[in-house]
Nanobody, 118 residues
Framework: QVHLVESGGGLVQPGGSLRLSCVASGFTFSSYVMRWYRQAPGKERELVATIGSVVTNYVDSVKGRFTISRDNAKNTVYLQMNSLRPEDTATYYC?????????????WGQGTQVTISS
């Protein structure tokens, strides 16, 4: 059974930093792309960052501020968030995607809340 568990969210002031973690189980972690999404109230869920084996990608609004990384020995993906802004406030979700018996499914964690406020 695929299981993703996020942690590390909290309340920080603008300009501050947080590091989110997502611990994965139930699949061969090192073989799959991992992603961070976020969703603010009343807004659509957006893809924030993606990581394969080494290649990463980011939405424009976080480039230069956020860094996605992974530790395959720990089955963990991280999102280091620096220079945080109020508009970064959202619930952040860990995601992976792969096929089983010909059908591609998304797998999600429970989410961790990030609030940026002075």
């Amino acid at each position: 059974q695929v299981h993703l568990v996020e942690s590390g969210g909290g309340l920080v002031q603008p300009g501050g930093s947080l590091r989110l973690s997502c611990v994965a189980s139930g699949f061969t972690f090192s073989s799959y792309v991992m992603r961070w999404y976020r969703q603010a109230p009343g807004k659509e869920r957006e893809l924030v960052a993606t990581i394969g084996s080494v290649v990463t990608n980011y939405v424009d609004s976080v480039k230069g501020r956020f860094t996605i990384s992974r530790d395959n020995a720990k089955n963990t993906v991280y999102l280091q968030m620096n220079s945080l802004r109020p508009e970064d406030t959202a619930t952040y979700y860990c995601n992976t995607r792969f096929g089983l018996q010909g059908y591609v499914s998304d797998y999600w964690g429970q989410g961790t809340q990030v609030t940026i406020s002075s």
